[in-house]
């Protein structure tokens, strides 16, 4: 049975058949309709639909769109009986007893889609007679609707309407075709469908729902202006039409099941029927007798009353929209631990959208990231693991994203030469999070901005010493620049940087020289000093270490210590002995590379020469020999092919324990003298001891060495032996 309100002609209407009709009737109709001069396009249509095998969902959706009258004689009261019951001014209270009939028998998917087909049609009438009222509006109407003056829905601007308003009326279509849409009883068992055709039905039920709403809104927009109310209650059905769809589906694949049967409804249905909350219930009872249970930890997440916002973040990425759902929530609800971590989720969100928009948008992203914090740590642990969220996780998580932002911002800072914005970045992004790497990072960064500063200053200096006039200006801006380099080495230094320690004590050194020659009364002494030749070998020192070159960093050091004696201050005491412990590690290293030498070119060249068909070790093809069996060996990345004499060798040199070489000796104790004197020079320093500890349980035991004493005393003992048994031997064989 066609509704009353469905205006367009179907596909039976159409050619004049019955929805019963066979492909003969259908064929003789779709001719006395071209006699009858129907355009040909309109026949062509309706034919194929009703015919062709290839369209049979499109008419299995025409068929849905009609009510089944075998369903009409349950209802009470039924328009199979009295059709005025589905005219506008009696459909409100229809539905209403529909409604009732159906909680008795909750889940009937037979009167479920007599609903969905009553309030489908009514529905899309209702929006053109509020269509229609737009058309005619005055320019003063709509310019009152565009301010939001007048927040109502067609049906209440309308007062000839008796329809409810129409945003519940799309929830109550939404709510019974998703129902409908869920159900597999119904697709598989009355419809005689497949499963892919099942899918396909589903698909088709969303997308007309979808397309109309989203026609809807556009239609708003061009009349309205973007923004107004009705575009904005349109999109917020798109929403709950993908919620209701989705919990709808979740549940009917849960099981669940209720007296009357499996139960296929989604949260805005299991509203209006008042289920909602006994069934939230024992949900949860269930989750308590099985925590682990995933089947349930889905339906409570589906059923939860936060659903949709989760899913405006999950599915439609829409922040904004999350936000003003959760800012929308009464004050109590939004102190609930879910609502808190949906809120930090969105900032999040934010931050990202905000982050990928371009490095203008670098600050937003931060101030994002650090309301987001604030919502995580706004958390209560017990409350959150109880509403599935683990505090401390989404904590490090978090820390992990700014951080990975925060680095890649500073590294392009870096690369254009914008170191400033680089550090800005990052201690925007250390004052949110602690996290060691991003620490470090910035600790670099201050550093090698400090000794760039500090080095052009003094460099700038340099070059003034000959002009008397103009030094002493020179000397009160190094002065400033100094102290503005030992600032940044202080918070680098604060921030665990070692190098930053070792050179503020350097920068000090030179504050504390440029007080010296700047008198209090601020008089420039007649002869300024030129520069000690310590500073000189300080620098070429410096320079070296930078380079690798530790011999020479050691000698100048060690000539400075000479010049300064008992003089000499802390930080060069460490310098020194961070130049020697370099050079010892890296003798070390040589000397354990020397002791693999011989392993590492076997492997080398097992890999340079393996094939598919010989011994990557003696060359010998795989048909030498039939019943010598061969192997693969895994080397790196590569495979290689070996035979089975060869492995044994492999094996053999594999377990084979490195042998010293007197270079390698001679490497490994020069090693332990290095790290022996910068013990001594920095004892606090555990670096030192641990790579001492290390060269030490390498260098290799030196055998006993036998006195001369020893070793004739030894041979004249074998001696004895062997004489006296041959005494023994010749004894026997006299008195045999």
């Not at 497949?194 to 109309?212: F, G, T, W, Y």
């Amino acid at each position: 049975m066609k509704d009353p309100l469905h205006k367009d002609p179907t596909p039976w209407e159409i050619l004049g058949v019955p929805p019963a009709a066979q492909r003969r009737e259908v064929e003789i109709a779709f001719a006395n309709a071209l006699r009858n001069r129907m355009p040909p396009n309109k026949a062509q249509y309706a034919r194929d639909v009703l015919v062709r095998p290839e369209r049979k969902l499109e008419r299995v959706f025409f068929e849905m769109l009609q009510y089944n009258e075998e369903y009409l004689r349950r209802l009470h009261p039924s328009p199979a009986e009295d059709e005025t019951v589905l005219d506008p001014e009696n459909r409100l209270k229809t539905a209403t007893k529909w409604e009732s009939q159906m909680k008795g028998s909750f889940p009937d998917m037979e009167i479920a889609h007599c609903q969905a087909v009553l309030w489908y049609w009514w529905t899309i009438y209702e929006e053109g007679r509020q269509e229609e009222m737009l058309e005619n509006s005055s320019h003063s109407e709509l310019e009152r609707m565009r301010s939001k003056e007048n927040e109502k829905s067609g049906g209440e601007l309308d007062c000839r309407s008796f329809a409810p308003p129409l945003d519940d009326m799309w929830r109550r279509s939404i709510a019974y075709w998703s129902m409908i849409a869920a159900d597999s009883g119904l697709w598989n068992g009355r419809l005689g469908l497949s499963q892919s055709e099942v899918a396909e039905m589903r698909k088709k039920i969303r997308e007309d729902l979808h397309n109309r709403l989203t026609a809807l809104k556009q239609q708003c927009n061009q009349k309205l202006g973007s923004g107004n109310f009705l575009a904005t209650r349109y999109r917020q059905l798109e929403v709950n039409l993908h919620s209701e769809m989705k919990s709808a589906k979740v549940v009917a694949e849960s099981g669940y099941k209720t007296k009357q049967g499996p139960l296929c409804a989604g949260v805005q249905m299991l509203r209006f029927l008042g289920l909602l909350e006994g069934i939230r219930s024992s949900v949860d009872g269930q989750l308590n007798k099985n925590p682990n249970d995933s089947t349930y930890k889905r339906l409570r997440y589906v059923l939860s009353e936060y659903f949709e916002i989760e899913e405006l973040l999950d599915h439609f990425n829409s922040p904004d929209e999350g936000l003003q759902h959760i800012a929308a929530l009464p004050e109590e609800k939004r102190k609930h631990e879910r609502v808190k971590y949906l809120q930090g989720r969105a900032y999040v969100l934010k931050a990202r959208q905000s982050a990928n928009a371009g490095d203008a948008y670098a600050d937003e992203a931060l101030e994002y990231y650090g309301k987001s914090v604030d919502a995580y740590k706004a958390l209560e642990a017990e409350k959150a693991i109880a509403s599935g969220v683990n505090k401390e996780t989404l904590i490090e998580e978090l820390a992990e994203e700014i951080s990975q932002l925060c680095i890649s911002k500073a590294e392009q800072g870096r690369r254009t030469d914008n170191i400033e914005q680089a550090i800005e970045i990052l201690e925007k992004g250390v004052k949110l999070v602690n996290d060691e790497k991003m620490k470090r990072t910035l600790a670099d960064l201050l550093t090698d901005k400090a000794i760039a500063a500090a080095n052009k200053a003094l460099e700038d200096l340099k070059d003034l010493q000959a002009k008397p006039e103009k030094f002493r200006a020179a000397l009160e801006e190094v002065q400033s620049v100094l102290k503005l380099a030992v600032n940044d080495l202080e918070r680098a230094a604060e921030l665990g940087s070692r190098r930053a320690e070792e050179n503020l004590l350097v920068l000090r050194d030179h504050l504390r020289y440029i007080e010296e020659i700047l008198d209090p009364n601020g008089r420039l002494p007649p002869d300024p000093k030129p520069p000690d030749p310590i500073e000189r070998l300080l620098k070429e020192a410096y320079d070296a270490f930078k380079r690798g070159d530790y011999d020479k960093a050691i000698e100048n050091l060690q000539k400075a210590k000479e010049l300064l004696g008992q003089k000499t201050p802390d930080h060069l005491n460490k310098f020194l002995a961070s130049c020697l412990t370099s050079r010892g590690i890296k003798n070390a290293n040589s000397a354990i590379k020397i002791f693999y030498k011989k392993k590492e070119n076997l492997y080398e060249n097992l890999i340079n020469n393996h094939n598919s068909w010989n011994c990557a070790n003696c060359a010998k093809p795989r048909d030498y020999n039939v019943f010598l069996k061969w192997y693969e060996l895994k080397l790196g990345n590569s495979k290689i092919l070996v035979c089975e004499n060869c492995l044994s060798k492999i094996e053999k040199i594999d377990k084979t324990p490195p042998r010293p070489t007197k270079v390698s000796i001679w490497l490994l104790k020069s090693a332990e003298k290095d790290l022996v004197e910068a013990m001594a020079l920095d004892p606090e320093n555990s670096k030192i001891k641990e790579s001492l500890k290390y060269i030490r349980n390498n260098i290799p035991k030196k055998p006993k060495v036998m006195t001369a004493m020893t070793a004739i005393l030894s041979k004249t003992l074998w001696i004895f032996w062997f004489i006296l048994v041959l005494i023994v031997v010749f004894y026997m064989l006299s008195h045999r």
